[in-house]
T-cell receptor, first 116, second 117 residues
Framework: AQTVTQSQPEMSVQEAETVTLSCTYD???????LFWYKQPPSRQMILVIR??????QNATENRFSVNFQKAAKSFSLKISDSQLGDAAMYFC?????????????FGTGTRLKVLA | GAGVSQSPSNKVTEKGKDVELRCDPI?????LYWYRQSLGQGLEFLIY????????KSGLPSDRFSAERTGGSVSTLTIQRTQQEDSAVYLC???????????????FGPGTRLTVL
């Protein structure tokens, strides 16, 4: 069975600095998708970034980028130039690429605090 | 609608009572998901609908939990004879569904916070 592990329950970063959130996963599949979701206090989950396992190039979305290490089964999220609005819970998620498979597996989350 | 909506936003009930939680997906989204988020935990998958059928019910924790979806739109999650351990935030998400491609993105609702006294 696939599992997703986020070993950092909480992280802090100074405003304008860079922070990296860790995520590791376990799977025997070769093709899959990885996601980072943000959940602010409003509870609304928002997709931050997505990575296809067959792509070697790391995904980037503005200030958010990932370091995808397939062999190590690692998928970390880097937030550059941190802003107060980045404060939230961040969840790493995995989904098999098999057609018709929609079950996402989420990690336990990392709470990010941004210090002014 | 513009986004996924859920009702009620908060529900307090007494142990042993039944509750119904409602999810309105984004118009045109064929896939719908229910998750449970307990305090300090990640999201626990409960059930997934494609259209009105539920090909994956593997996450439902007990037979007290059931869900249905009618007209390929609104879904209701029912918890019978609630227990204190059912207290959690119940999140609903929808997506276009259909192809299983990586571009299929889940959009989440704000959740229902259920408290069982």
């Amino acid at each position: 069975a696939q599992t997703v592990t986020q070993s950092q329950p909480e992280m802090s970063v100074q405003e304008a600095e860079t922070v990296t959130l860790s995520c590791t996963y376990d799977t025997s599949e070769s093709d899959y998708y990885l996601f980072w979701y943000k959940q602010p206090p409003s509870r609304q989950m928002i997709l931050v970034i997505r990575q296809e396992a067959y792509k070697q190039q790391n995904a980037t979305e503005n200030r958010f980028s990932v370091n995808f290490q397939k062999a190590a089964k690692s998928f970390s999220l880097k937030i550059s130039d941190s802003q107060l609005g980045d404060a939230a819970m961040y969840f790493c998620a995995y989904r098999r690429a098999l057609s018709g498979t929609y079950k996402y597996i989420f990690g336990t989350g990392t709470r990010l605090k941004v210090l002014a | 609608g513009a986004g996924v909506s859920q009702s009620p936003s908060n529900k307090v009930t007494e142990k042993g009572k039944d509750v119904e939680l409602r999810c309105d997906p984004i118009s045109g989204h064929t896939a719908l998901y229910w998750y449970r988020q307990s305090l300090g935990q990640g999201l626990e998958f409960l059930i997934y609908f494609q259209g009105n059928s539920a090909p994956d019910k593997s996450g439902l924790p007990s037979d007290r939990f059931s869900a249905e979806r009618t007209g390929g739109s609104v879904s209701t999650l029912t918890i019978q004879r609630t227990q204190q351990e059912d207290s959690a935030v119940y999140l609903c998400a929808s997506s276009l569904g259909g192809t299983g491609g990586g571009t299929d993105t889940q959009y989440f609702g704000p959740g229902t916070r259920l408290t069982v006294l």
